[in-house]
């Protein structure tokens, strides 16, 4: 399925460098989030945007900054990452938040920090 | 703590045979429920769904069931067939509000 799209597939990184997530859906959402997946864990629920507002900030650290520039585009800014911060992250979109809809996931960006 | 929880990592199962995995979950608020499917380097794919009211919901060989006061949530796939080896997630909201997701089961379907 095409309908959401990451970029990088993998990305690895040293501990001081800035570098930038992408998700891109095209399925006419206007929601989006942010989710991390580690290792034998379940998915944790990092950002979530609707209509372009942030609504939901999953006591995340602020080393990850996410941006929406619209309801088809979201960034995961990342800067001055720990080894721990090493995992898949996942973007996904839904038609609205706060409704018993489906979430769309792209297939995610595999990130490992040195 | 853990509002959903998949205790089976892995099942292994006959082709042509029931696969069933199971969901447990502690909100009895939770009236929304998902199962998503997800093959190796793939995001997690909407399989179904089910809301509270309803008890069964099926769709094609996927059938998925809802016990309220067992708080437990199962699908059942039949025939189970080789394409559906993959990684079973479940998930459970309180009106499509945030989704509280399981930590997998791994479905082997042997030919």
């Known amino acids: 399925e095409t309908g959401v799209t990451q970029t990088p597939r993998h990305l690895v990184m040293g501990m001081t460098n800035k570098k930038s997530l992408k998700c891109e859906q095209h399925l006419g959402h206007n929601a989006m989030y942010w989710y991390k997946q580690s290792a034998k864990k379940p998915l944790e629920l990092m950002f979530v945007y609707n209509f372009k507002e942030q609504t939901e900030n999953n006591s995340v650290p602020s080393r990850f900054s996410p941006e929406c520039p619209n309801s088809s585009h979201l960034f995961l800014h990342l800067h001055t990452l720990q080894p721990e911060d090493s995992a898949l992250y996942l973007c996904?979109?839904?038609?609205?938040?706060?409704?018993?809809?489906?979430?769309?996931f792209g297939d995610g960006t595999r990130l490992s920090i040195l | 703590d853990q509002q959903v929880k998949q205790n089976s990592p892995s099942l292994s199962v006959q082709e042509g045979r029931i696969s069933i995995l199971n969901c447990d979950y502690t909100?009895?608020?939770?009236?929304?429920f998902l199962w998503y499917k997800k093959y190796p380097a793939e995001g997690p794919t909407f399989l179904i769904s089910?809301?509270?009211?309803?008890d069964k919901n099926e769709d094609g060989r996927f059938t998925v069931f809802l016990n309220k006061s067992a708080k437990h949530l199962s699908l059942h796939i039949v025939p189970s067939q080789p394409g559906d080896s993959a990684v079973y997630f479940c998930a459970a909201s309180v009106t499509g509000n945030q989704f509280y997701f399981g930590t997998g089961t791994s479905l082997t379907v042997i030919p």
């Open positions: 909100n009895s608020m939770f009236d929304y």
């Open positions: 089910i809301s509270s009211i309803k």
């Open positions: 996904a979109s839904s038609q609205e938040t706060r409704a018993n809809q489906p979430q769309h």
